[in-house]
Structure formats: C-alpha cells, structure tokens
C-alpha cells in the first residue's frame, strides 16, 4: 500500500527555522497537503502543492519534489503557538482519498 | 460565521450499545468524510459522501456506519460491533473532493467504559 513517512517528533528553538520532512512512494498521487493540529483540537489547512518547487506564505513554506516523492514544510521565525502536530498528506490520483502520514509533533522551547 | 460542529465533545460508551457522533456544517460544502484518529498513527478514513444521500466506505467502514439524508449533516453511529471504539473522531468537509482542503470540526473523543 501507499505510505507517507514523517518524523514522530522534532524541538526547535523560539525564532529559529525548523524544516519538516515528508516522504513518500512515487506512484499514484497528485499533489500533497499540510495541516497543524494543536493537541485535542482540528486539524487546519497550511498548504497545497501540486506542482514541484517552493510555496511560501508568510513565516510557512512547502517544498514538493514529485521525482523523488519528498516534500517539506518550512517554519520560520517559530514562535510559541507553533507548537503543534503537523499531518502532511498525500491525494491519491485514483479517488477521494487522501493518504495522511502519522504527524509530526514539532515542541518549541523558549 | 460558517463552519463544522461537532458534538459532543467526550463520549463514553458501555460494552454492547451503539453511539451517534453528530456533524454538522454550515459552509454549503458537498463532500463530508469521517476519519478516526489514534496515537502515533496517521487519520484513518471510516466513510465519505460526496452528495446527499449517497455515501462510500473508506479504509475502515467495519463496524459504522452513516446517513446524509441532508447536505448539511452527516452522522456516524458506532455500533457494538466495532470492537475497539476508544480513539479522536473527526469530521471533515471540502467543496468537492480530495483536490480540495478540508475544513474539519473540534472532534469527538469517544472511550469505553
């Protein structure tokens, strides 16, 4: 089956930049989300990319490379409130579905 | 303002009874989906409808089920036969399919007594 691999967990420091990975099979999907969920709370939408290259909104920016099935989520300028799981996910070509990888939990330490 | 509620919060449920997870969305959206939720695994798709009164299984159907009789609603029942119900529900909406961004509600934390 499909699967979309992140790290369990990663700390960064208040104002640094902190780079979050998501890799993935090549095969069958089409484009690949980001989302930030804080604890016991919904998951928000940060990003879409369809299309290789760099994506940038404000302090946030992803990165997708379709070749190598690699795609990141840039943070900078951390602040407290990023504190939080982020869930890439990627979009079957075939259906609906979305393939989501397990979450990043991103810890920011003053 | 629009957007997805769901209730309750925290639900508790005793062996052999069937529980219903409300959701319900203001944003005229079509598609709905329910995911499960559980530690150090990703979301997990339990059932989706992209129109009304028309609804798919996702990857782990066994166990639940749904209704869409209205665009604006989509419950989910849990019923005794999903043996292992404790985990974060979610519901999700988006204008159209996958190609859309989600738009989910707070959630439902459901255990068992």
């Known amino acids: 089956g499909q699967n979309i691999d992140q790290p369990t967990e990663m700390t960064a420091t208040e104002g640094a930049i902190v780079q979050i990975n998501c890799t993935y099979q090549t095969s069958g999907f089409n484009g690949l989300f980001w989302y930030q969920q804080h604890a016991g709370e919904a998951p928000t939408f940060l990003s879409y990319n369809v299309l290789d290259g760099l994506e940038e909104k404000g302090r946030f920016s992803s990165f997708l490379s379709r070749s190598k099935g690699y795609s990141y989520l840039l943070l900078k300028e951390l602040q407290m409130k990023d504190s939080a799981s982020y869930l890439c996910?990627?979009?079957?070509?075939?259906?609906?579905?979305?393939?989501w990888g397990a979450g990043t939990k991103l810890i920011i330490k003053p | 303002d629009g957007g997805i509620t769901q209730s309750p919060k925290y639900l508790f449920r005793k062996e052999g009874q069937n529980v219903t997870l409300s959701c319900e969305q203001n944003?005229?959206?079509?598609?709905m989906y329910w995911y499960r939720q559980d530690p150090g695994q990703g979301l997990r798709l339990i059932y989706y409808?992209?129109?009304?009164?028309?609804?798919q299984k996702g990857d782990i159907a066994e166990g639940y089920s749904v209704s869409r009789e209205k665009k604006e609603s989509f419950p989910l029942t849990v019923t005794s036969a999903q043996k292992n119900p404790t985990a974060f529900y979610l519901c999700a909406s988006s204008r159209e399919g996958a190609n859309e961004k989600l738009f989910f509600g707070s959630g439902t934390q459901l255990s068992v007594l």
């Open positions: 944003l005229n959206h079509d598609a």
């Open positions: 409808s992209q129109i009304v009164n028309d609804f």
């Open positions: 996910a990627g979009r079957m070509d075939s259906n609906y579905q979305l393939i």
